[in-house]
């Protein structure tokens, strides 16, 4: 199957850093998702993207496709962007099913 | 109400008990999906459902029973469980044509 490889494992950032998560994947993928997982469990959607580029106030995703990578920027960070990071794949089409990343900690330092 | 509602949001049972976590979509979609999230390990799929038909069963063991009586709900039915499948259960759904999940808060289960 799929290997999906995050980095990096783990973060620490002062407050107001600027932040890159990347996402690597062996094998072409019809879909790319990326989630924060709060300090409660709940996985948050943050970014659907197959490909190209979405912005959303400080978060930014970008997806390179054909180099099997993405990468999730977070700017001027705040304390409550700390949790788990997760992007998740579905190999090839029709695949109903979505392979995990082991995830980025990130923790945010007042 | 947000988009997928899972009860309870904690739960602790002994080995010999039998319990349901419950899983509630209000957005429409027409698959779901229950996923396993231990310590240390990556988020593990362990059941698909299409349009109430079961379509994965990732080596699930049969103490775990998933029913699906419609494309809004989802129970995951639980017997007999080892200290071992305490872990963070998280159901999700999807429209099945674009893939783009979404979760609900998960329930915490811990098995004594």
């Known amino acids: 199957g799929i290997q999906v490889e995050q980095s990096p494992p783990d973060l620490i950032l002062q407050e107001g850093a600027n932040s890159t998560l990347r996402c690597n994947f062996s094998?072409?993928?019809?879909?790319l998702q990326w989630f924060h997982q709060n300090p409660w469990g709940q996985l948050i959607n943050l970014f659907y993207?197959?490909?190209g580029t979405k912005q959303n106030g400080r978060l930014s995703a970008t997806t390179v496709a054909t180099e099997r990578y993405s990468l999730l920027y977070i700017s001027s960070s705040q304390t409550t962007d700390s949790g788990v990071y997760f992007c998740a794949v579905e190999e090839g089409f029709g695949n109903e099913k979505l392979t995990f990343g082991t995830g980025t900690r990130l923790t945010i330092i007042p | 109400e947000t988009g997928v509602t899972q009860t309870p949001r904690h739960l602790v049972m002994g080995m010999t008990n039998k319990k349901s976590l419950k899983c509630e979509q209000h957005?429409?979609?027409?698959?779901m999906y229950w996923y396993k999230q231990s310590a240390k390990k990556p988020l593990e799929l362990m059941f698909v459902?299409?349009?109430?038909?079961?379509?994965e069963n990732n080596s699930v063991p049969s103490r775990f029973s998933p029913e699906c009586p419609n494309s809004s709900h989802l129970f995951l039915h639980l017997h007999t469980l080892q200290p071992e499948d305490s872990a963070l259960y998280l159901c999700?759904?999807?429209?099945?044509?674009?893939?783009?999940?979404?979760f609900g808060q998960g329930t915490r289960l811990t098995v004594v």
């Open positions: 999700a759904s999807s429209q099945e044509s674009t893939l783009e999940a979404f």
């Open positions: 094998d072409s993928v019809n879909n």
């Open positions: 459902y299409n349009f109430k038909e079961q379509t």
């Open positions: 993207i197959p490909s």
């Open positions: 957005l429409g979609h027409n698959a």
